[in-house]
C-alpha cells in the first residue's frame, strides 16, 4: 500500500521522546519532512541523530512566544504544511480534591490551548486537503476515578477535533483523533525507573492492573502504525473521528 507521504511537510510536537518520536522516524522513513521539538536538549541531540533531515526546535509549547517562534523555523524552511500532530502532553491524573487550579491551568494550556493555537496559527498554510491528528487519551472518553485534570482536558481535545473537522471539511482538510490506551513511551520508562523496576515489570503491572483486555501495553510500532496511516491519503475519507489504539481499554467506542 504505497502511503504516498514522499516530500509532504508534517509537524509532530513532543517528537523527541515515546510517541512522537516513534511517529517522527516513521515519517521520515516514509519520505516525508518532519518538525518537532521539545525542552530537552539531550532529547532533541538524540533525535537528530536519528533523524538527521527532521527540523528539532528547543521549544517549550506552554510559552505562547516560543510556540510562535516554532511556527516561523518551520515556515522559514518550508512556508508550507501538509499536517499537524498535537502530541506533546504528560500525564495529570489525581482526583479533583487533591488537584489544585494550577495544575489544571497548566494541563488545559498545554493540551488544548498550545494545540488549538498551533492549529489557528498553521491554517493559513496548511495544504488544502491535509490533515489534523490530535493525540488523546481514554479517559477524554470514560474518564475514571482520579483522573482529572487530563479526562477533562483530553474531553475538550475530543469536543475540538469534531468542531474542526467541520469547520475544515470544505477545505478537505482532515481532522481526526488518536485516543491512546497504554503505549510504551518515555513517561513509562521514567515512571518503571522511579519505581526501581524495569520498563516491561511496570508495564506488565500496569496491564494488568487496568486490566486492558488484550493484556498487555501497546508497542511504539503499533501507535506508527496507525497514526501514518491515518495522516496519509489512504485515510481520505475518515475525518471527524476518535479512534481507539487502546488494546480494548475504553469502555466505550
Ligand atoms: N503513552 C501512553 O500510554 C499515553 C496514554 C495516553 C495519552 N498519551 C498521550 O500521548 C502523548 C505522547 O505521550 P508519550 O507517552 O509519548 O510521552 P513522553 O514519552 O513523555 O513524550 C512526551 C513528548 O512531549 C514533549 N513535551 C512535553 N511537554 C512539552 C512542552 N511543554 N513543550 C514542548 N514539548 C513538550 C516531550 O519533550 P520534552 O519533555 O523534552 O519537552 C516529549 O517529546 C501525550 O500527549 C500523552 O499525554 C500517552
Redesign the pocket.
Known sequence: MDLNLQNKVIVV?????????ALVARLAQCGAQVAT????AQ?RESLSTEVPNALVCD????EPDQRAAFVDAVMSRWGHIDALVN?????AAMSVAESSDQQWREDYE??VIAATDLIRRFLPVLRDGGSIMN?V?TAGKAPRAGSTPTSASRAAGLALTKALAGELAPRGIRVNALV????E????ERRAAASNMTTQEFMDMAATAMEVPLGRFGRLDEFADVATFLLSERASYITGAAINLDGGLSPVL
Not at 502530541?87 to 500525564?91: I, T
Not at 513511551?185 to 513509562?188: D, E, K
Open positions: 510536537t513532543g517528537g523527541t521522546d515515546g510517541l512522537g518520536r521539538g521539545g525542552r530537552h532529547r521549544v517549550d509549547l506552554l502530541n506533546a502532553g504528560k500525564s498545554l493540551k493525540i487519551a491512546i490506551g497504554l503505549i513511551s518515555g513517561q513509562w
